[in-house]
């Protein structure tokens, strides 16, 4: 008995081990991990169209083969944040024909808002979310140029409430959400720190792509004080930068369309990257890093990963 039960025991054994392969086989190598990606940083000047060819993959550190690269165009609601303070009167016509650009580049999809800002108790928003093109035109040729201290981290925090609670109940996870700041980038006196505003803004996925009309600034700077149009460049920067978002500087004749023309592309577009992940067993937490290489690395663009 002793006997027979010996060899049962080897038999079960025998089977199992020659199943293991089979299984193994049938198991066939892990699926492929995906990756969002959005362009963010770069010139003013347009910016080159992304290919797989353009895409490096790393794992903590160690490069994975690219098995899959999809570009996507979504819906977009976002505002337009409209500097209307006394520093642009001599550029009253290029804050309107931006916004207006920026409008005449919407889809079906679309929908945004104009909000108009000079100083904290000047911030108004003249046209309520909406994909009525007619609208949006018509509360832009309602603004006009008044004095005051500007405000503009006061208008943007205002905006990005505003943005984050009227598509809270939408369909907001299928769209991007944007702020579009029309602006010489210069803040007179704002209540709201430049923390709180990008606290908000990143808590609630808004990006902010500014239009810089930063040519009219004194570039003067002395060995302690940075000059104006420095000191408005950083800040524009920052605000794009930790958002996910892109700077245009308009500073020369001719750049205006140009620049709302790329905005309007880094505004809709992501990017879906398949790789093969690592092995199972890697060490490692799974870091993963998107990097750039050819045109898209020589216009100083940079990918930002999104879960």
Known sequence: MTFLNNLARVLVCALILSAAPAVALAQGPAPPARVEVMLTGGKSSPAPELTREDVRVYVDGVERPVVSFEKEVLPVSYGLVVDNSGSLRSQVYAVATAAKYVVSRNGPEDQAFVERFVSSDNIDILQRLTGDGDALYSALDSMRIEGGQTAMLDALYMAGDYLIKSTKQTDAPKRRLALVLVTDGEDRHSSSKVEEVLKLLKGGGVQVFCVGLTGALENDRGFVVKGKRQTAKELLAKLAAETGGRVFYVEKNGQLEEAVADLANN?????????????????????????????????????????
């Open 267 to 307: 505004l809709r577009t992501r990017y879906a990257i398949g790789y093969a992940p690592p092995e199972p067993g890697a060490k490692g937490n799974g870091k993963v890093e998107v990097k750039l290489v050819g045109a898209a690395a020589r216009a100083k663009l940079k990918a930002e990963v999104r879960p």
